[in-house]
């Protein structure tokens, strides 16, 4: 175990949580800021990319546990993303659908901030967000989080204008 929370516990993902991914990543609905749902070729990229940053940084984005049932109903952590001409330390979150409206994001977002501050001793953390995704932008908000700037990425063909909201410690 990684962190806990009062609700949630977060681990190190492993090739076993496959399916748990592909609950949140191949629904078209959880994944709409980012243009569709994944096929299993992405999943299991997005899987070994986490895996990968557990090496290299001893973080990345982490299952997330709900104690109640001992499922995987998300994912969360800490990751180095390009912003423009540098690279910033972000917190993500993305979440099973079933479990959204609940405060879980929010709940981890805040615990990954605190790893980010306390643990890794940060001066700051961001979370890189799409125009369009309200909820996880008022995920941010909820955690202190501020708009600094903007930036038009270009995924899966399509440019999607993206806020980097900051805290810094």
């Known amino acids: 175990m ?3 929370t009062e609700r949630l516990y977060f ?3 492993k090739q076993t949580d ?3 991914l592909c609950k949140i990543l191949q629904d078209e609905d959880t994944m709409y800021a980012y243009e569709g749902a994944f096929n299993d070729n992405e999943v299991h990229e997005w899987l070994d990319r986490q895996l990968s940053r557990y090496q290299k940084w001893n973080f990345g984005l982490w299952a997330v546990i709900l104690k109640e049932t ?3 109903i998300g ?3 800490l990751t180095m993303q390009p912003w423009k001409e540098m690279e910033v330390l972000e917190t993500g979150y993305l979440f099973n659908r ?3 409206h609940k405060g879980y994001a929010t709940e981890a977002a805040n615990a990954c901030i605190k790893y980010a501050f306390e643990v890794l001793k940060a001066d700051e953390v961001c979370s ?3 125009d369009i995704n309200i909820a996880s ?3 941010a908000i909820r955690n202190g989080m501020a708009i600094t700037d903007t930036w038009t990425k270009h995924y899966r063909g399509i440019d999607m204008p993206h806020y980097r909201y900051v805290i810094r410690h």
């Open 75 to 77: 994912q969360c952590g």
């Open 11 to 13: 681990r190190e993902m």
């Open 2 to 4: 990684i962190l806990e």
């Open 137 to 139: 932008q008022n995920v």
């Open 128 to 130: 890189i967000i799409r």
């Open 98 to 100: 079933l479990y959204w």
């Open 18 to 20: 496959f399916n748990s």
């Open 70 to 72: 001992g499922e995987m």
